[in-house]
C-alpha cells in the first residue's frame, strides 16, 4: 500500500490478517492522539480493530485512501490539511458534510467511499458534557474558515438566541450567513457576521457573550485573533471560552480567564468526534459500550 509519496504509519491493512484496520491521515500527523483514542474505544467495546497513521505528501493524499481501501482498509479519519480532499474524493457525502463543506471520515461500503463530518456533533457534545446551555444563548464564533463552518450547523441544531461569526475580512463571514441563513431562520436564530476589529466598538458589540469559540489557527502559534479591547467587550465572568486547539494555553484562553471566564482547549472535541466516527464505523449498538468521557480523563491525567 506505501508508496514513494507517502509515509505508512504501521498501517498497511495487509500487515494485519483477520483484523479490521483504520486510520488517520493527516500532514503532519506523528503528534496525532486519534490512535491512542480509538484504542480505547475498541477496549471498551471489546472490538478487534487495528487504528494506524497514515502521512500522505501534499498531492497524494487521493491515491493513499484508495491504496489503503483496495489494500481492505476499513475506514479513516481525515485532519488538516485533507478535509477538502476528502470532501472530493468521496462518492457519498452524509447532509451534514455537505453543510460542514469538508470530510473528517471516511468508510468503504459496496465499493463506495461515504464522507461524513463529526467535527460539529463533537463540539457541541463537549460542551453539553461540560454543561455550558446552547439553547438560547448568546454565541460568538471566531473564524471563518474550515473549522468554523464544520461546527455552524450543529450550533444552530441548539436554537441559540443568536450566533455571530467575525472574521478578519468580514466577507467570509457573510458567505457563511448567507450559507446557513436558511437553517439559522428555521431555528429562529439571530445569524449575524462582524469583521474582527468591530468586536472592539461598543456600538456594534454592546453585550458580551455566554460563548466564545476561537476556531481560527492562531491558536497554533502565540497570537489571538481578538485584541485586548475586544475582550474587555465580548468576555464577562459569566461567560465560556472554548479554544479549538489543545495541548497548551493559548493567549486567547488566557485573555478569557484574565476577565474571570471559563475556558476548555479543544481536547473533549476530539474524543468526541472520534467517539462518533467509531459508531459510525463498528455501529450505533456500540454508543452504550464506549465512554468517551472517561477516555478523556485518561488522556488529561496522561
Known sequence: ??????????????????????AVAGNPINHSKSPLIHAQFAAQAQQKMHYGRLQPELGEFKNVVKNFFAAGGKGM???????LDAQELADVLT??????????TLRIEGGKIFGDNTDGAGLVRDLLAQGIALHGARILLLGAGGAARG???????????CLVIANRSSAKADELVGLFAGLAAAN???LESRAMAQLEDSVITSHAFDLVINATAAGLGDESPISNLAADKIFTPKSFAYEMVYGKPTAFMQQALYRGARVSDGL?????QAADAFLIWRGTELSQSIDPRAVLAELRSA
Open 95 to 104: 447532509p451534514r458534510a455537505q453543510l460542514a463543506g469538508a470530510v473528517n
Open 188 to 190: 429562529q436564530v439571530t
Open 1 to 22: 500500500m506505501n508508496t514513494p509519496q507517502s509515509l505508512n504509519l504501521h498501517t498497511d491493512p495487509a500487515d494485519f490478517a483477520g483484523i479490521d484496520v483504520y
Open 268 to 272: 473533549g472535541m476530539l474524543v468526541e
Open 77 to 83: 479519519n481525515v485532519t488538516v490539511p485533507f478535509k
Open 151 to 161: 461546527v455552524i450547523g450543529p450550533l444552530l441544531e441548539h436554537a441559540p438566541k
